[in-house]
C-alpha cells in the first residue's frame, strides 16, 4: 500500500470487505484477493492507523458475529496487508 495516498474500506453483513487503494492519480484499484477482502463475515467498521509505530499504515476490521470477532491486518511494506494473529493485538 502506497502510504502518501488514501485507501478505503466498504464493509457490510455476510459479504465480503472491498478494499480499494489510490494509485497517486485520484484513481482507485479494487484490490480482489488477500486477507482483508477473503473474509466472509459481519465486519461493521474498518480503520487505518500505524498500530506498531513503523511508519506503515494498518488496517483493523471490527466484526459483530462469528468465531473471530475482530482482524488487525499489518503493512508489510510490500503492497500487502498480512493478518496479525497476536491475540493481544486483536483484543475487544
Given at each position: 500500500m502506497m502510504e502518501t495516498?488514501?485507501?478505503?474500506?466498504?464493509?457490510w453483513y455476510n459479504v465480503n470487505n472491498l478494499l480499494y487503494i489510490?494509485?497517486?492519480?485520484g484513481n482507485f484499484t479494487r484490490i480482489t484477493s488477500g486477507p482483508p477482502v477473503s473474509y466472509l463475515g459481519y465486519s461493521e467498521t474498518a480503520s487505518f492507523g500505524d498500530y506498531n509505530n513503523d511508519g506503515l499504515i494498518d488496517l483493523y476490521v471490527?466484526?459483530?458475529a462469528g468465531a473471530k470477532k475482530n482482524f488487525l491486518y499489518q503493512n508489510s511494506g510490500a503492497g500487502d496487508l498480512a493478518?496479525?494473529?497476536?491475540?493481544?493485538?486483536?483484543?475487544?
Open positions: 495516498w488514501i485507501a478505503f474500506v466498504v464493509n489510490n494509485d497517486g492519480n471490527t466484526n459483530s493478518q496479525n494473529n497476536d491475540r493481544q493485538s486483536c483484543r475487544r
